[in-house]
């Protein structure tokens, strides 16, 4: 029977109507790995946003103290071009992190449960064959999730080293070719 519910389990053992308090404990853990998984995608996406609003008050306002006092020659170009596509590279992956694009499960479909389930079940299932399973359909989608917190790390982490380095890159061109004391 779990192997066609889907759900990954291998067979119940003899009599799991008495371990009906247990299951609920497993299914109860893949709730919270869920909730945990979302709170941890919530948090990776606030703090690309908040990291990219300073990255962008920052850039803004080194380029236009440049673009103000700078003598353009080859080598600001360069350090420009290279500074504008690492952040703008940072911005894509900002989307990416905001719209994933990328199946993140975060509650079971009722909908589900009844057509895969209770209504294809004869006899009818008991609690514990209910809650076992959806235990198991939960461990299922935590591995998913997981699968795609993975690439929404990875993203996060470009938003981090790309921004950062196109803002570097701006503080070096300010460096070398700002000039101090030089009115707008």
């Known amino acids: 029977m779990s192997q066609q519910a889907g759900h990954g389990l291998p067979d119940p053992l003899p009599d799991m109507d008495a371990a009906t308090s247990l299951y609920r404990v497993a299914f109860e853990e893949g709730r919270r790995s869920i909730s945990d998984q979302v709170d941890e995608l919530n948090g990776i996406r606030t703090r690309a946003v908040s990291y990219m609003a300073f990255i962008g008050t920052a850039t803004a306002f080194l380029v236009t103290t440049t673009l ?44 589900d449960i009844i057509t895969n389930f209770i209504d294809r079940q004869v006899p009818r299932p008991s609690e514990a064959q209910l809650l076992r399973s959806l235990a198991g359909w939960s461990g299922r989608y935590i591995d998913d999730n997981d699968n795609a917190l993975e690439e929404i790390r990875r993203r996060f982490s470009h938003v981090i080293l790309f921004g950062g380095g196109g803002l570097l890159l701006w503080t070096i061109a300010v460096w070398l070719f700002g000039r101090v004391g030089v009115g707008g």
């Open 68 to 111: 103000r006092s700078a003598a353009p020659g080859g080598l600001f170009y360069v350090v420009a071009i290279l500074a504008t596509l690492s952040v703008a590279w940072a911005t894509v992956q900002l989307c990416r992190v905001i719209r994933p694009g990328l199946d993140f499960t975060i509650r079971l479909d009722p909908r």
